[in-house]
Structure formats: structure tokens, C-alpha cells
């Protein structure tokens, strides 16, 4: 297993799953249908754009490495991404983000109340249906997950102006808010094998998905606009403390620490104060201390894919490392 | 049974459940309980004021008329009030209310995010703490419920200026909205009796909780600022459509529906053009019908209540429907 190979595609690595990534589409629009006409307009306008389904292709791949996939992991898959596109939902309407995937967000496209609420109504459908599919497993697992996501938002309340907030507190935060549900839909994947699968490929998506996180908050640093979709240094702009500048916040001298002061200080800081603190952080070490620290996570995501059997959703897992660090969401 | 005992108090419904419900007190606090500080401040900020526990009172009166009330029953219990609380939390934080119970709302008092992620993890480790107790009928239960309850909030966003609102869609809405949380707090108490009294149970919190729902709308017509805490016709302040209005609507001459129409076109209407509209609901017999439908409803919630065994729980349940419609919330 190589995670070094560049340019890895989306395609390649649901090749294995393509066929049951269909049925995931035609299983949420099954399973978002209301005999709310309001319901289902929000519904279409949410499922108009097909997403990536990055969690259900895990959750796939797994359970394909390791036994079979069967209606229910269809379903569970369904539910990994409904409680993915809730969790956005509400992310959208308290940082009412006007965009998201290049498409107005329900937020803008219908209102701030119906956001929230839909994210209730996304959130609760999915809990219903792991509730029919009576899997104490599974619900164990997706209500821990549940619940670890909102403490994950709750840590990231809190690491904005957090110029206090340390290496570990972002370690706590991104485990919460990102790994966990990737790492839960490895894990409910994991189920269609048996119990000793659990383990090892839930601390893969772990890894998998802190990595992911960590390369995401990089790019705030490292890439260009077009690259992105996104203005460089938004973080910074937003105040948003992430892992380059905890890195680089330490070694900083007095002079460089009163650049950074100012600019959380500012509530619209400038361009060139922006590209400054960036400055800063990368002759601190702070991006290749990010990018280090992803490196370790991708090398354990790698060992604890060598316990699982040779084949060719293994395969697609393990390419899902290198398209996370690389591409990031 | 008599439902016309007038000023029953909350304190007598809940004497024969006192002690136990002192353990939901405290059963809600060890739920809540996180190791990030910013979620035990609002938990704090939450719970400082203690509430009517209303749907705990309900669920455990519920279980003591048809069994025992064991621990199982007081956690219950608490998830009954955190998914009530996390729906308010959510309320709140759409509707921008900045005061609840007569302290800050969570909104207020923190942030907008703060109350939309909060609502979030209160419902995720409600779920959580159901999953725990391996109930099969429970979940069932609140994973339903807890749907409605969204698709309730979802008809009520077409309930503001919806003046082809019908008297049916009202009643969708206040059964979801309402009706459906208080209906199940009471079948997931009649659990602990058995299989029997599931249906009388969950149908005389239906009953109960749609004329919850009417009397409270009808306060809006009736009351006063000083016995409500909330300015008279707020609902028509905010274009709330609700049963006096609906009622009303299709007995009023083209002159009073101008006044409707016009209140409605009104971003901001004045107290004078409110009170216009509340005295041709008044005289079109509006006020009347939807008490008259109220006491059908109540009528209804005492039937089912013969089926229960006789007892000091049974006669404060049968006490909660005069508290209900003689109180509101």
C-alpha cells in the first residue's frame, strides 16, 4: 500500500461501489419523502446536487473488504450522508455561508428557519430509520457520533479569537467535529464482516478523517483562490485558529506574535495583514509542522488498513488517503 | 372524572410523582454533563431555572396508573424534557426570542451558534441515553416523535401568512408540532404497564396536547398582557395563522376580510389594526369555535382515560387536561 501516488480521482476510488453508491441516491430520496410539500421542495433542492457520498463510499469499501454489502448497508449509508448534509445544514444557517458545492444554500435559497429545521428533520428521519433496521450496533455507534459532532462544533465555537487554543484542543476539536463521523461510517461498514473489524477500520477513518481535516485547514494557508472556490486565508479573516498557527504561535518573537494580535483584534482585517500572518506562520514552521502531523495520521491510517483483507475495496481505501490529504473536501 | 374543577395547580398534579421527579432533576443534570466547559455553562444556564417538567410529569403519572415507576421510567423522563428543551433551543434561536421562562434564551445569552449546536447535542445524547437502554418500543417511540415534532415546525413555517391555511392543516400541524411529544412522553410511561394501555395512553396525550395547543392560540384572542407575559395578538402581530382566525375567516363580508388582508400586508401592524382583527374573529364566532373544538378534544382525552385503572395517578392526569386548557404554557 502506497500513499504516495499523486492525483488519485473521486471515480477511481467508488469504482469498486459504484453500483451500490446508485442505490444510496435512490435510497435517500426514498427516505427524505415527507407529505410535506415545503419538506420535499427542500429535499429536491438538497439532492439536486449528487455529492460526493464521501462517507457512504467508505462505509461501502469497508463493509465490501470485509464481507458483504446488503440493503442494510445501503440504508446505513443513507444515513451516514443524512447526517452529513444535516450537520452542513446547520453550519450553513448559523455562519449564514450563501453557497455551498457552487448552489445556493437552503439557508439563502429558502430561509434561515428552514435550515434549522430541516437539519432537525434530516437528522431525526435518519435516527428513524436505524431504529427500524434494529441494530443496537449500529445505533450505538451513530448516536455516539451523533453527539461527539456537536461537541465538535461546540470545541469550534470556542477556537475562534481562541489565540490560547492549543495543539491539543485541536486535536480534540477535529477528532469530534470531522473524524468521528467518517470514522463511524468505517465502523458501521466494518459490521457487514464482524465484530474484529470494528476496531481497525474505525481507527483508520480516524486517521483518515483528522488527516483530512488537517490538510483542509492547510489549504487555508497554502492554496490559491482558484484553487479552492475560496478566498485564501478566510480562516484567518473569520479569526479561525487552526494547527499552523498554534505550530507557529510559540516560536513566534514579539514582533511577529503583535502581527497576529492585531489581526484578531481587527474584526475586518486587510489583505496584506491576512498575507503577513501567513508569512509569519510558514517562517515559523507552522504549515510544514501541519503538514508533518497529517503525514503521521496518513502512516496510521495506512497500518491499520494492513489488517484488513487484500482486494480491491482495500485498494480504494487506501487511495482514499491520498485523495483526502491531497484534494481535501 | 370531572374536567371542570377550576385552578388546578401544577404542585397537585405532580404530588403523587414528587420524589421521583426530583430524580429527573438530577437525572438531567448527569446526562448533560460534557468535559467542554462551554457546553456545561449553558447546561447550567439551562437547567438554573427549573421548568414545569410538564412532559415528565406526564410519562411518570403514565407509568404509575399502569405499573411501577423504576429508573428506567425517571430517565426517561429526562429525555422527554431535553428533546423538549432542544426543540425550544431551536424555537428560539430561529425566532430570535431573547427571553424564555422569563430569563435570556440560550440565544441571548450566548450566541445564535451556541443555541442551534446546543439544541443539537441535547437531542443527539437524548438518543443516546435511549440507545443505552436497549428499549426497542422506546426508540420507536421518540424516533417518531421526534420526527413529527420537525415536520410540525415545518407546517408551521407555512402557518405565518397563510391565509389559505385550513382548518385541517391546523390540526396537522398542532398534532405534530405538539400533540406528538406529549402523546409519546405518556405511551413511553404506559410501557411500563404493558402492551394494553400503549394506545388509551398515547391517544389521551394526543387529545391533551391538541387542546394544549388550542387553548394556548386562543390566549392570543383572550388574555392579557399581564396574565400571558406576552403582548396580546402577537401571533397576528407576526402573521400567525391559527384556528380563531381560520375559523372566522370564511364567515367574514368582503369589508372584515379587507381587515385581515390588510393586517396581513402590514410588516408592522399597529395595536389598533390587531384589536380590529381580534373583534371580527370575536364576532364571527371564531373565539367560540375554537373552544368549542378545544373541549371536544378534552372530552376525547377523558374517554380514554376510563380505560385506566382507577387511582391518584389517573386523577392527576385526568387534573393535568383542566391545567392544560385553563393554563397554557
Redesign the interface.
Given at each position: 500500500m502506497k500513499s504516495d501516488v499523486a492525483n488519485v480521482t473521486l471515480a477511481e476510488i467508488q469504482a469498486p461501489v459504484r453500483r451500490e453508491l446508485d442505490s444510496v441516491f435512490d435510497e435517500l430520496a426514498r427516505v427524505v419523502k415527507?407529505d410535506?410539500p415545503?419538506?420535499n421542495d427542500v429535499s429536491e433542492h438538497l439532492l439536486r446536487v449528487k455529492g460526493k457520498l464521501f462517507r457512504p463510499t467508505l462505509l461501502l469499501l469497508s463493509a465490501q473488504a470485509v464481507g458483504q454489502i446488503t440493503p442494510k448497508e445501503v440504508t446505513l449509508a443513507a444515513v451516514a450522508e443524512l447526517i452529513h448534509i444535516s450537520t452542513l445544514l446547520?453550519d450553513d444557517?448559523?455562519d449564514h455561508s450563501p453557497l455551498r458545492r457552487g448552489q445556493p444554500t437552503v439557508n439563502a435559497a429558502f430561509?434561515?428557519?428552514?435550515a434549522?429545521?430541516?437539519?432537525?428533520?434530516l437528522?431525526?428521519?435518519a435516527?428513524?430509520q436505524?431504529?427500524k433496521l434494529?441494530s443496537?450496533e449500529s445505533?450505538?455507534i451513530m448516536?455516539?457520533v451523533?453527539?461527539e459532532?456537536?461537541?465538535g462544533?461546540?470545541?469550534e465555537?470556542?477556537a475562534f479569537d481562541g489565540l490560547d487554543f492549543s495543539e491539543s484542543d485541536y486535536e480534540s476539536m477535529i477528532l469530534a467535529k470531522t473524524a468521528s463521523l467518517i470514522a463511524g461510517a468505517c465502523e458501521l461498514g466494518a459490521l457487514a464482516g464482524g465484530e474484529e473489524w470494528r476496531g481497525p477500520l474505525r481507527r483508520f477513518g480516524t486517521n483518515l478523517g483528522a488527516a483530512f481535516q488537517i490538510a483542509d485547514d492547510l489549504l487555508d494557508y497554502t492554496a490559491t483562490e482558484e484553487a479552492t472556490g475560496k478566498p485564501v486565508g478566510q480562516d484567518l479573516r473569520e479569526h479561525k485558529v487552526t494547527l499552523p498557527l498554534i505550530v507557529a504561535l510559540s516560536r513566534m518573537n514579539p514582533d511577529e506574535r503583535r502581527l497576529v494580535d492585531d489581526l484578531m483584534a481587527d474584526p475586518s482585517p486587510e489583505d496584506s495583514e491576512i498575507a503577513a500572518v501567513i508569512q509569519v506562520v510558514d517562517a515559523r514552521g507552522g504549515i510544514v509542522a501541519a503538514r508533518e502531523r497529517a503525514s503521521e495520521m496518513v502512516q496510521r491510517a495506512e497500518t491499520e488498513l494492513e489488517a484488513v483483507p487484500v482486494g480491491s475495496a482495500r485498494d480504494a481505501l487506501s487511495a482514499s488517503i491520498t485523495y483526502c490529504v491531497e484534494r481535501s473536501r
Open positions: 415527507a410535506v415545503l419538506v446547520h444557517s448559523v430561509s434561515h428557519e428552514v434549522v429545521i430541516m437539519g432537525d428533520y437528522y431525526s428521519r435516527i428513524e436505524l431504529v434494529k443496537q445505533l450505538e448516536s455516539r451523533t453527539n459532532l456537536t461537541i462544533e461546540m470545541r465555537v470556542v
